[in-house]
């Protein structure tokens, strides 16, 4: 168990709701990162947050969006979903933010929240 | 762009057998070098990091080799079991930048066969 939690683990969404996902990270970790699994394919970088912040940010739209809170667990936030959006989303928590302090230590992933969207 | 790709979609092999699972990566000069495990259904789990001074690592059964000349990494099972049947990831790990953000490549499905 990586200690990473994240709920809900599989949902049903109709084209143009919104959704939120949960994450909460292993205890003492301040960066959670969220990444999108289509099936078949590699996760894919959606954004980092590092103490309450977002820090980094890869090739995905505004309508997804994410919060940290001071506990450190985070949030996804996918508005205006599309079929495409169907997929696996995995959390996952690190320490120390990104560059340099970050570097060489372990990532731990989250068993991911399914979402299908209709 | 930066680009990693992961030769084979899938690889059988016999148990008793080394698998070698190979990544490649351009546009790219990463500092580490990540492989993870990926059951179905589940998420990733980290194996091995590799930084790119190193030019080998190991743990128990698994090794990993890191060559930036040829941009690639191999990573080996020795003794497979069928319990090592899963999908592997091999993943850029940056050094440097706001946020540490890992590149996947799409994965390598490996079979076990008793």
């Known amino acids: 168990e990586t200690g990473v939690t994240q709920s809900p683990t599989h949902l049903i969404k109709t084209r143009g709701q919104q959704v939120t996902l949960r994450c909460s990270s292993q205890?003492?970790?301040?960066?959670v990162s969220w990444y999108q699994q289509a099936l078949g394919q590699g996760p894919q970088f959606i954004f980092q947050y590092y103490r309450e912040e977002e820090n980094g940010r890869g090739n995905f739209p505004p309508r997804f969006s994410g919060l940290q809170f001071p506990n450190y667990s985070s949030e996804l936030n996918v508005n205006a979903l599309e079929l495409d959006d169907s997929a696996l989303y995995l959390c996952?928590?690190?320490?120390?933010?990104?560059?340099?302090?970050?570097?060489?230590?372990?990532?731990?992933f989250g068993e991911g929240s399914w979402l299908t969207v209709v | 762009s930066q680009k990693i790709e992961q030769n084979s979609e899938a690889l059988n092999i016999q148990e008793g057998k080394t698998a070698t699972l190979t990544c490649n990566y351009t546009n790219y000069s990463p500092a580490y070098l990540q492989w993870y495990r990926q059951d179905p259904g589940r998420g990733p789990v980290f194996l091995l990091l590799i930084r790119e001074n190193e030019k080998e690592k190991r743990k128990e059964r698994l090794k990993v080799t890191f060559d930036t000349t040829l941009k690639q990494s191999l990573f080996h099972i020795t003794a497979s079991q069928p319990a090592d049947s899963a999908t592997y990831l091999c993943?850029?790990?940056?050094?440097?930048?706001?946020?540490?953000?890992?590149?996947f490549g799409s994965g390598t499905q490996l079979t076990v066969l008793p």
């Open positions: 205890s003492g970790h301040n960066t």
């Open positions: 996952a928590s690190s320490s120390g933010g990104g560059g340099t302090r970050n570097s060489g230590n372990t990532i731990y």
């Open positions: 993943a850029l790990d940056p050094l440097g930048g706001s946020a540490r953000q890992l590149t």
